[in-house]
């Protein structure tokens, strides 16, 4: 568009086309079709088919549905399922399209306190709703994670009463190996009767959950009341397991009192 502009306004002078030629650093023919250019041109690209077009429909379903709102690797991993052979990067290229553009730091940002190895985990859980068994039905999800390594451990349960609560703590910690120092824990009565948010009190733990903690050997620590960023290493398992797991998929058991288990490593398989 330079370079039309500079064209048009040689040509409105007079001066001779060899000059304009030299003067710009460009050919005779582009300045001649510059000057028959009436109008500023504008920038045009050719499309070129590639191997994410056929599949451009479910995309955009898995994308804009609230049934899915998949991330771009859950995409690719169905696509990949779905006969596609091309890479990741075409995928993501699709997803900037519907998406539109993305920037900025959120205004949610913190600085994350790392641990030393067998100091703290961090326990906490999440409901869905799943079709089970030709029904919908309440799945918690409890899910434990080594503040140090990463390394988690997940178990589901149709229920989150105390006992499965309890429960779920002792087994995810048998997965991951061992005891820490201490538990990061919410403030469910299940595990606290009472946190003071001013912090002026003593925070109160159940009875129980404070006999458990002394059979594992660890010590209870309740996050502060309305800052779930305390325990903010456990919130992201559970967005990579509804991303990767619960959207779009039905659970298969026969015994709607089963407890099914699946734990995932310190890195992802």
């Known amino acids: 568009m330079k370079e039309w502009a500079a064209v048009q306004e040689l040509h409105k002078r007079k001066v001779p086309k060899l000059k304009i030629e030299k003067q710009l650093g460009i ?3 582009t300045v001649k079709k510059l000057i028959e250019l009436k109008e ?3 920038y045009t690209r050719e499309h070129y088919a590639t ?3 056929p599949y ?3 995309i955009r ?3 804009t549905s609230p049934e899915f709102d998949f991330n771009g690797t859950r995409i690719f991993r169905e696509l990949k399922a779905r006969g596609y052979t091309g890479t990741i990067n075409p995928v993501y290229r699709a997803l900037k399209k519907i998406d539109g553009e993305k920037g900025g730091i959120s205004p949610a940002a913190t600085v994350r306190i790392e641990t030393p190895p067998g100091d703290q985990a961090q326990f906490d859980w999440a409901h869905y709703e799943m079709k089970i068994a030709g029904r919908i039905r309440t799945v918690y ?3 434990m994670i080594l503040a140090a390594c990463r390394k988690k451990a997940i178990c589901f349960s149709l229920s989150s009463n105390s006992d499965s609560i309890y429960e779920a703590i002792q087994e995810l910690f048998e997965d991951l190996g061992g005891i820490t120092l201490e538990l990061i824990i919410d403030n469910p009565k299940t595990l606290v009767v009472e946190n003071n948010p001013k ?9 129980k959950a404070l006999l458990l903690a002394a059979h594992l050997g660890t010590e209870l620590n309740a996050c502060n009341c309305y800052w779930p960023r305390t325990k903010g290493k456990i919130e992201k398992p559970f967005q990579y397991i509804e991303e990767q797991f619960i959207k779009g998929n039905k659970a298969r ?3 709607e009192n089963n407890v099914f288990n699946y734990a995932i490593g310190a890195k992802s398989k």
């Open 199 to 207: 912090g002026e009190e003593e925070i109160k733990y159940n009875e």
């Open 253 to 255: 058991i026969k015994d």
């Open 27 to 29: 050919s005779r023919n």
């Open 40 to 42: 500023e041109p504008k």
């Open 56 to 58: 451009m429909d479910l």
């Open 51 to 53: 191997k994410v077009d």
């Open 61 to 63: 379903l898995w994308r």
């Open 141 to 143: 999800c409890f899910s």
